[in-house]
Structures are given as structure tokens and as C-alpha cells.
């Protein structure tokens, strides 16, 4: 008997990751190039911006592109359909309409509207009919919550769930938020904080960052530690005497504690101290 003939296996489907259609939507248009500013991707022609790429902008929880947006489409789209569209920051106040990515909005009509922010900017002889991209096919995979906010990944929140109990014995300290990254607080005063650095989302991939746990140390000290390379000195805290440790390959809880404990005591007012020691 004959054996049976294998029947062709199926071509496997390529994943199209929502921040691959974002690029073929906005460099589909002549002449459009991207650049990074402050590590968020922009799309511009001839040197003007007419998209910025933002995830999670300062814990903001969204997947957006920001659209240099016609005079007068942004009270429009942001007031009749807040589902998707909104304010965005820094730019608002000139006209920007933030658009939500993930949130169901179709991407023709997400196409139609850079390419009308494209219009604004190009020049005559670039512009282009509003339906010029032609339908576009969506994005297969949207992005997971632990992508959008990298303190959602399961380490993260195993991380932060042990620090909340380590300093359950301090004082007056409550938790907080600042940029999106969690931050604990001695009465008004931050004494330590998570974040991930270099966690923006690249168009070219999706980056979850390093962890790191920072805390004040004082000045001299900032010296001596970074000595060891998992320390370095943070940017906008560090001339405070501010000191970031790496934790996201190795996690020493007895090191955590001695820089929160050293932190805290800097920051907390007499009472506090006196209650922490009397106890």
C-alpha cells in the first residue's frame, strides 16, 4: 500500500505588533522619517513633527499617538468621542489630539487622521489624499499591560509587595506615585522609589528596562558606592545625594533595607524617628 502523502503544512501567520503598524502608517507618507526625542519615538517630514509615539507617558496608562491635528480637530474629536481621543500634555495647548491605540478605534480612520496631520506640516507638494494609505491591516498583538507599564510584570509586583512589608515597622510613610513610577514617602518627604530605566517603548522593539531602587545616601557616600557597578548616580536626584542600585539581575534584601532605613531616618521628622526607635 501506497503511503499516504503529507498534506502542506500551513504557513505560520506573522504577528503584527501594534507598534509595526504605527510605523507603516506614519512612514508610509512621502518623505516621513523618525527620531528619537527623550527616547519617544517622532515622525516628521522636512524637519516638522507631526506624530510622537507615547506609551505610558508619565504612567499615564495609554497607547497614543500624539497628531499634530488640523486647527480645531482636537476640541472636536476630544469632547465628542473621549473614548478615544484626549488632550495630550505639553503640546494641548497648540492644538495636539492624542489618539488612543488599543482601545478599539479602526485604523483607517486612526490612517486618515496622520495623514492629516502630515498635511499640516508638509509641504504643498507632499500632501496627500486623506485616503491615500488605503485600508489598513491591524495590528495582530496589542501590547500587554506589563509592556505598557513595566511595574506590572509579575517580578515587579513581587518586588514592590516585599518592599511594603519590609517597611511596614517605619512611621508615617505612605505610598505614592511620581512619573508613573512608585515612590514612598516619610510624612511629605520621598525616601525610596522603584523605576525602570530605559523603559520607553522603541518602535524597533518593545524594552521593559532594568529595575532599580533608589534612595538617598548623602553625597560622600554616592562616591564609595559607585565604586560597585550596579550603582550609579541618578539624573535630577543625584546632586540631593540620591543613589540608584541595578536590581534587576540580582535583588539583596539586606541591602534594600540598609539604604531604605539610612534614607528614611534622613527624611523623617523627630517624632517619627523616636517612634521607630521606641518600638
Given at each position: 500500500m501506497a503511503a499516504k502523502s503529507k498534506s502542506p503544512s500551513k504557513p505560520k501567520k506573522t504577528a503584527r505588533p501594534l507598534e509595526q503598524v504605527v510605523r507603516e502608517v506614519c512612514l508610509g507618507l512621502p518623505e516621513a522619517e523618525e527620531k528619537l526625542s527623550h527616547g519617544t519615538p517622532d515622525f516628521h517630514v522636512r524637519g516638522k513633527t507631526f506624530a510622537t509615539y507615547?506609551?505610558?507617558?508619565?504612567?499615564?496608562?495609554?497607547?497614543?499617538?500624539?497628531?499634530?491635528?488640523?486647527?480645531g480637530a482636537q476640541q472636536l474629536y476630544s469632547?465628542?468621542?473621549?473614548?478615544?481621543?484626549?488632550?495630550?500634555?505639553y503640546v494641548g495647548p497648540r492644538g495636539w489630539l492624542g489618539v488612543e491605540l488599543n482601545q478599539g478605534l479602526g485604523w483607517d480612520r486612526i490612517a486618515q487622521q496622520v495623514v492629516a496631520a502630515y498635511n499640516k506640516v508638509a509641504p504643498k507638494s507632499l500632501r496627500q489624499d486623506p485616503d491615500v494609505l488605503g485600508k489598513v491591516k491591524p495590528p495582530s498583538r496589542l501590547p500587554t499591560a506589563a509592556e505598557i507599564d513595566p511595574m506590572q510584570g509579575r517580578r515587579e509586583k513581587?518586588?514592590?509587595?516585599?518592599?511594603?512589608?519590609?517597611?511596614?515597622?517605619?512611621?508615617?510613610?505612605?505610598?505614592d506615585t511620581q512619573f508613573g513610577q512608585p515612590i514612598w514617602r516619610a510624612g511629605k518627604k520621598t525616601f525610596a522609589n522603584f523605576y525602570h530605566h530605559g523603559s520607553e517603548q522603541h518602535l524597533?522593539?518593545?524594552?521593559?528596562?532594568?529595575?532599580?531602587?533608589s534612595a538617598w545616601v548623602g553625597v560622600?557616600?554616592?562616591?564609595?558606592?559607585?565604586?560597585?557597578?550596579r550603582y550609579h548616580i541618578p539624573a535630577y536626584t543625584g546632586h540631593n545625594g540620591w543613589i540608584a542600585l541595578d536590581i534587576e539581575d540580582e535583588l539583596n534584601w539586606s541591602e534594600i533595607e540598609s539604604l531604605t532605613d539610612q534614607s528614611y531616618r534622613h527624611f523623617a521628622l523627630k517624632r517619627m524617628l523616636k517612634a521607630l526607635d521606641d518600638s
Open positions: 507615547a506609551v505610558n507617558h508619565h504612567g499615564d496608562g495609554r497607547v497614543a499617538l500624539w497628531l499634530n491635528a488640523p486647527d469632547e465628542r468621542d473621549p473614548s478615544y481621543y484626549f488632550v495630550p500634555p513581587s518586588v514592590l509587595a516585599k518592599f511594603r512589608k519590609l517597611i511596614a515597622k517605619y512611621p508615617e510613610t505612605k505610598p524597533s522593539k518593545t524594552s521593559r528596562g532594568r529595575l532599580y531602587f560622600e557616600q554616592q562616591a564609595m558606592l559607585t565604586f560597585d557597578k
